[in-house]
């Protein structure tokens, strides 16, 4: 089964318009990380956020800000005012405590995000 | 400083032949993970390593895949008689230690088996 879910494939916008990115983890663990990582035409994963299962805080970072939601295993994405610059493959991860799979991150299968001029 | 760097960042090959793959991690890192990337998929863990203990190999395809690693630098990927489908960019990524911290990714090694 799969621990991450990203069930948008693709998204495209205009140029300034909000965009969420959706991710649904699942996970038997009390303690685990999600990531944010994006993956711009170039290849390379660029990190873009790490949050603890203890810590439900919504987070901001300039025009990035996450919505961590344990009720419903979502770890949600919003860019807003989105730019050409911000067109990539966006991914969402899982990391957990258990010893077996201790290390290991649990990807999504992406989300490609085109923001159009 | 230096991130995580790859080599080669391509390869091409013929199917049946042995590939070697390299990964340098960030000087201090502890964890080094390898993970391959299908077309249009997210990515796949292969095989762990954690300092000095032994690493985590289950998630290597099969048995024509091995990884070592030097102490806590450089680590080669192998894939021996390459198949077509082995045919993936191959991530490699680092941390200062296991679970808890992030983990960064270098660009990959785009391996095509022909």
């Known amino acids: 089964a799969q621990k991450v879910t990203q069930a948008q494939t693709e998204i495209s916008v205009v140029e300034k318009e909000d965009v969420t990115l959706d991710c649904v983890y699942e996970?038997?663990?009390?303690?685990?990380?999600l990531f944010w990582y994006k993956q711009p035409p170039s290849g390379e994963l660029v990190f873009l956020i790490r949050r603890n299962s203890f810590d439900e805080q919504n987070e901001i970072s300039g025009r990035y800000s996450w919505n961590f939601q344990k009720s419903t295993s979502s770890f949600n994405f919003t860019i807003t005012a989105s730019q050409v610059v911000d067109s990539a493959v966006y991914f969402c991860?899982?990391?957990?405590?258990?010893?077996?799979?201790?290390?290991?991150?649990?990807f999504g299968r992406g989300t490609q995000l085109t923001v159009w001029p | 400083g230096a991130g995580v760097s790859q080599s080669p960042s391509n390869k091409v090959t013929e199917k049946g032949k042995d590939v070697e793959l390299r990964c340098d991690p960030i000087?201090?890192?502890?964890?080094l993970y390898w993970y391959r990337q299908r077309l249009g998929q997210g990515l796949e863990f292969l095989i762990y390593f954690q300092g000095n203990s032994a690493p985590d190999k289950s998630g290597l395809p099969s048995d024509r895949f091995s990884a070592e690693r030097t102490g806590e630098s450089v680590s080669t990927l192998t894939i021996q008689r390459t198949q077509q489908e082995d045919s993936a960019v191959y991530l490699c990524?680092?941390?200062?230690?296991?679970?808890?911290?992030?983990?960064?990714f270098g660009p990959g090694t785009r391996l095509t088996v022909l």
């Open positions: 000087s201090g890192h502890t964890a």
């Open positions: 991860a899982l990391s957990e405590a258990n010893g077996s799979t201790l290390g290991r991150l649990y």
């Open positions: 990524a680092s941390s200062p230690e296991v679970f808890t911290d992030t983990q960064y």
């Open positions: 996970t038997r663990d009390t303690t685990y990380y």
